[in-house]
């Protein structure tokens, strides 16, 4: 019986890491070397979903060593005709909230906390700019039909329209 040695194929991957430097070979770091990070804004609603993004953003601030942000939006009332009127949302509601996210943070990390009362999509991209955000890290709920439409376009909103990177975490 005859034995043939195959030889190895060279597949896009293995091209890849092939290419890299020797020290980045070994130690799974396939992000590019220029990348830059240092501050990861971070949505968050309080469902369980949104505390998923919260997970996958703690290592990435650990990685490069950068900032979080964690913002709620306090959705302004519909009737409201002027979201910036002081008035719509009581000071107690914004400090209860800021002291939940306060509650979220995790002490090994530079973190900062902030509540906004405008329209979710409008809160999360003025917060993006005034950090100058490298990173947006937030999660889809999976949504589908009608309710795609109606809820699912808040994260489809903030990845056309931010100043930088958007990762989303799926529902899985």
Known sequence: ???????????????????????????????????HIENILVPLDFTEMSLKSLRYAVPFAKKFGAKLTLVHVVEAPAHAVDVSFPALVSSDKFAAIKEQLDEMIPPELSV????????????????????????IITTTHGYTGLAQLFKGATVNNIVNRAPCPVLVVRES
């Open 112 to 135: 900062e906390t902030t509540v906004r009362q405008n329209v979710p999509i409008s809160g999360i991209l003025e917060v993006a700019q005034e950090i100058n955000a490298d990173l």
């Open 1 to 35: 019986m005859k034995t043939e040695t195959l030889e190895p194929v060279e597949t896009a991957a293995s091209a890849a890491t092939s290419a890299m430097p020797q020290d980045q070979k070994h130690s799974g770091d396939f992000l590019p070397s220029g990348l």
